[in-house]
Every structure is written in structure tokens, then in C-alpha cells.
């Protein structure tokens, strides 16, 4: 699955926190998220058939173009198959102390 860009042509991603507590949201390049996706491994995988919608967590690897990920036949795998257009997040966390 190659990564798609937002409908505005950049992908969306939270950036941190102000010193109120607020989070930044930042659009990402192309390049930057698959900078992004080469270096994380953890996420969540979304899908909807018939407009009910499932995410679950997923591990995965980025590799030449694509998402790699490992899963036993289920529920996911089914829905899946049924509507391929899914979408996954990726989460990176990034811990600092203010003060």
C-alpha cells in the first residue's frame, strides 16, 4: 500500500504540545512522511465496509513503496478485502520535560 496524501496533498500530523497544553497539528510532505513511516513501526490500520468503521493496532515495516504487516484471517483481513481503501496512522511519541 503506497501512502496516499491528504485530500488537501499533504499528509496531517500532530507536532508537540505549547506551553498551554494545546496541540500543534502540522501537514506533512510526501517525503517527510515516508521519512516518517521508514523509521516507525507501530500504528493503527482503519477500514469500513458498508460504513461501519474498524481500526485496530497494527506493527508494521515501509519498504520500497509500501506497508508491510503481519495478520491472522479475521475480521480485519475480511473487511479489508471487501473495501481496500484503508487508511493507517502512525504514532510517534516524543517525550520532553519543560523547565
Not at 496516499?4 to 498551554?20: F, I, L
Not at 490500520?45 to 468503521?53: A, I, L, M, R, W
Request: glycine share 8%; proline share 6%; aromatic share 6%.
Amino acid at each position: 500500500m503506497k501512502p496516499q496524501p491528504h485530500r488537501s496533498g499533504r499528509s496531517q500530523c500532530a507536532q508537540g504540545m505549547t506551553s498551554d497544553n494545546v496541540m500543534l497539528i502540522l501537514e506533512l510532505t510526501n517525503k517527510e512522511c515516508i521519512e516518517m513511516l521508514t523509521r516507525l513501526r507501530f500504528g493503527r490500520v482503519g477500514c469500513s465496509p458498508d460504513n461501519q468503521s474498524y481500526v485496530v493496532p497494527i506493527h508494521f515495516a515501509y519498504h520500497d513503496g509500501h506497508l508491510y504487516s503481519i495478520a491472522a484471517p479475521g475480521q480485519k483481513i475480511e473487511w479489508m478485502r471487501a473495501n481496500p481503501l484503508v487508511c493507517v496512522a502512525a504514532d510517534e511519541i516524543i517525550v520532553t520535560t519543560i523547565g
